[in-house]
T-cell receptor, first 114, second 114 residues
Framework: EAQVTQNPRYLITVTGKKLTVTCSQN?????MSWYRQDPGLGLRQIYY???????DKGDVPEGYKVSRKEKRNFPLILESPSPNQTSLYFC?????????????FGPGTRLLVL | KQEVTQIPAALSVPEGENLVLNCSFT??????LQWFRQDPGKGLTSLLL?????REQTSGRLNASLDKSSGRSTLYIAASQPGDSATYLC?????????????FGAGTILRVKS
């Protein structure tokens, strides 16, 4: 089954404690992105990757890091989490080829930073 | 900067009614437009994707139209059912070079009463 998986699904942590949210896709997609969803602000892109070892900032990259060492994986790293990073996070993947850029989203990771 | 607006913010209808959700965007230079469904606490499910060269797409009881020149899209749901209750999100991709970055609207919360 074609899918995007994220782990963990729920996470409670404390300010300053480094954490990583993993994302993996099995569709051989070149493009992967991270979004955060906040009430009243909608979904906003944090970082994206066009292919292995190619990443760039989205609209709200402050406080986040990413890496793309393998095509299927795109982890999101919070080196020193702060309460304003409490949010619902989604990983997405797509291909520049067919079917015409349809994006597939993971189930989401709900993060609470105390 | 691309901005996406969805109207109405919330909608409550009786079962069986046909309904229309509206989406508008400020920059008509889009690559594609995608409609998603989001259930509470869940991820995003892609419903329909319309390429910038297309006028509409259909899937079952759903029909999405696109008028790129006026910056508008509509999602038509025929014979609504309680299972259609969810948040519907409209998103546009302006340039596949940015990892197929999507700019989202705030969504329409739909409730279909049985």
């Amino acid at each position: 089954e074609a899918q995007v998986t994220q782990n963990p699904r729920y996470l409670i942590t404390v300010t300053g404690k480094k954490l990583t949210v993993t994302c993996s896709q099995n569709m051989n997609h070149e493009y992967m992105s991270w979004y955060r969803q906040d009430p009243g602000l909608g979904l906003r892109q944090i970082y994206y990757s066009m292919n292995v070892e190619v990443t760039d900032k989205g609209d709200v990259p402050e406080g986040y890091k990413v890496s793309r060492k393998e095509k299927r994986n795109f982890p999101l790293i919070l080196e020193s989490p702060s309460p304003n990073q409490t949010s619902l996070y989604f990983c997405a993947s797509s291909s520049p080829r067919g079917p015409y850029g349809t994006q597939y989203f993971g189930p989401g990771t709900r993060l609470l930073v105390l | 900067k691309q901005e996406v607006t969805q109207i109405p913010a919330a909608l409550s209808v009786p079962e069986g009614e046909n309904l229309v959700l509206n989406c508008s965007f400020t920059d008509s230079a889009i690559y594609n437009l995608q409609w998603f469904r989001q259930d509470p606490g869940k991820g995003l499910t892609s419903l329909l994707l319309i390429q910038s060269s297309q006028r509409e797409q259909t899937s079952g009881r759903l029909n999405a139209s696109l008028d790129k020149s006026s910056g508008r899209s509509t999602l038509y749901i025929a014979a609504s059912q309680p299972g259609d209750s969810a948040t519907y999100l409209c998103a546009v991709s302006s340039n596949p070079e940015y990892g197929n970055k999507l700019v989202f609207g705030a969504g329409t919360i739909l409730r279909v009463k049985s």
